[in-house]
């Protein structure tokens, strides 16, 4: 893990700001641990060797109390810059993870761990809190302070000035070494909480099946298992960040010592000034004070770097090759061509889809029926742009889909999954997904084509009640209906349905498939039918076999 991270100034251009800011009062913190050496050494020495009365060391006392309260202003400007560009590199990383991740879509997301992502997204960026106010500071501060301070000894004292230019450089070897212990055992840390973030949240989403089947009391002691893990992994980061404080500290009180025994006996024979004596003895641990913080507060930045890898990691993926034309076709008048289209996913010996060829004109109604895991549901992926063929294209009105611009072409589709997802939100915030600036009457008169209106007028609050994570609070059968209501809301030409009727009772079933009906009304409309009301809707239907299975 490296001290600074060069991939902060590409992802996050505040970096460069607060590192230029950072440079500048770590520089005038130099001059000013100097000066006030100085003003310190001098005041002293002419008290007790000139014999000064508090008149005569009024101004070098009153300049004095003005290095102290400059060295003040100074370090609240630090932790007040340190903070504001700490939250603005949060945001701003945040920001690209969430836009790279929905660019790299869902297909990409499958392959990995919601609950690890979120902990990165929240948890992972917060710790970078301590790297920008802690760690950072005091890295500027290590390079320029111990430069400064080396060099008004070596003017003073080049005796002292090489005991602390050798002794020196011992701070940060130590340092190295315990940083490498540290990286490996926070690593695990971070891959520990991360497991244990994914496996709670597959549990919590999974209770009920867990309930039902009796299962949730070992998934208990599996969360036990993996929390222990973590406390070990995090006890180990603990150890090795005190012990590491106690040996840099050690080094450092050593090295000081050192100096002082070198001052005094050249005091005690009258080979140096009392004047310069004070002045060394007072520098050389403001020398090894910035490197012995940088130690200290590595393992306060560790955490939130080791989260950085991993957003880095994440921003860093190449994203699916997708077209630039914006000139979509409209696919009410636009003749849709699937030619010899093929998918594999990774991991799996037999192809998704093999080999198959469909035409949907414009303004008909296409049923998809087959087996489960035929591909249908990767045929409608594919129409989407969630998914490219391995072989084949598509054509959209002879241009190829793969040249469209995919937010353009998306903007002209509305899609009704197999279990839509409701967000946590009202009911109303929900259908207006379909279209973010339609107004209240807009968002009712879709509910209603929908067949929504009734059921959600008999909710507490109407509209604006709010629903759970998932819509907890509606049945599958209501949220199918929000579902519709965002189709109907979006008025896009092309709609992609797939199953709304699967795992309704007759009579949700019923009030979907007349509010299908209304929505095919007018558009071109391809869906996956299981269920003969469904399909029933359809002008035409085309059977989809496993791949490997002759039609």
Not at 252 to 261: E, K, N, P, W
């Amino acid at each position: 893990m490296r001290p600074f991270d060069p991939r902060l100034l590409k992802y996050a251009r505040t970096t460069r700001a607060y590192l230029a800011l950072s440079v500048a009062l770590g520089t005038a913190t130099a001059g000013l641990v100097i000066a006030q050496a100085t003003l310190l050494a001098d005041t002293i020495s002419r008290a007790f060797l000139g014999g000064a009365s508090l008149a005569d060391l009024r101004t070098p006392m009153l300049l004095l109390l003005g290095v102290v309260a400059a060295r003040a202003l100074v370090v609240w400007l630090q932790e007040v810059a340190a903070h504001r560009s700490s939250a603005a590199v949060k945001s701003q990383l945040r920001g690209r993870l969430l836009d790279h991740v929905m660019r790299l879509g869902p297909q990409w997301l499958s392959g990995e761990r919601g609950g690890e992502l979120a902990t990165v997204a929240t948890r992972g960026i917060d710790a970078l809190d301590g790297y920008f106010s802690r760690y950072l500071p005091q890295l500027v501060l290590a390079v320029t302070v111990p430069a400064a301070v080396c060099a008004r000894i070596l003017l003073g004292d080049w005796i002292s000035a090489l005991t602390v230019a050798v002794t020196l450089p011992l701070i940060p070897v130590f340092a190295i070494l315990v940083g490498l212990s540290t990286s490996a055992k926070m690593d695990r840390r971070w891959r520990a909480l991360a497991m244990l973030a994914g496996h709670f949240l597959d549990v919590v989403a999974g209770l009920p099946t867990l309930k039902v089947f009796g299962r949730a009391k070992a998934q208990a002691r599996a969360i036990r298992e993996v929390t222990d893990r973590h406390r070990r992994a995090t006890m180990a980061t603990l150890r090795v960040a005190f012990l590491s404080a106690l040996v840099l500290e050690l080094l450092s009180t050593i090295s000081v010592a050192l100096v002082a025994v070198s001052i005094g006996l050249r005091l005690v024979d009258g080979h140096i000034g009392l004047r310069t004596a004070l002045l060394v003895l007072i520098l050389a641990p403001e020398a090894y004070l910035p490197l012995r913080q940088v130690g200290a507060q590595y393992h306060a930045s560790a955490e939130g770097l080791a989260a950085a890898e991993r957003i880095f990691e994440v921003v860093q993926t190449p994203l699916p090759a997708s077209g630039t034309r914006t000139d979509v076709p409209d696919p009410s008048r636009a003749t849709i061509r699937l030619d010899g289209v093929t998918v594999r996913y990774e991991g799996r010996d037999a192809p998704a889809v093999e080999d198959l060829s469909l035409t949907v004109r414009p303004g008909e109604i296409v049923a998809l029926t087959g087996p489960s895991g035929a591909g249908k549901s990767t045929l409608l992926a594919v129409l989407l742009g969630f998914v490219r063929p391995d072989a084949g294209r598509v054509l959209v009105d002879g241009t190829d889909l793969a040249d469209l611009d995919p937010d353009a072409w998306r903007a002209r589709i509305a899609w009704v999954p197999q279990r839509p997802y409701l967000f946590a939100g009202t009911v109303a915030g929900n259908i207006r997904l379909g279209r973010t600036d339609a107004t209240d009457e807009d968002v009712r008169r879709a509910a209603r084509d929908a067949g929504a209106l009734e059921f959600v007028e008999t909710l507490p609050q109407g509209f604006a009640t709010p629903l759970g994570e998932g819509g907890t609070g509606l049945s599958a059968g209501q949220r199918q209906r929000v579902a519709l209501a965002r189709a109907f809301l979006r008025d896009a030409p092309l709609v992609l349905l797939d199953e709304p009727t699967s795992n309704l009772d007759a009579e949700s079933e019923a009030a979907v498939v007349e509010a299908v009906r209304r929505l095919a009304d007018g558009r071109t409309v391809l869906l996956v039918a299981h269920r003969p009301a469904l399909a029933a809707l359809a002008g035409r239907t085309v059977p989809v076999e496993p791949a490997g299975v002759a039609a």
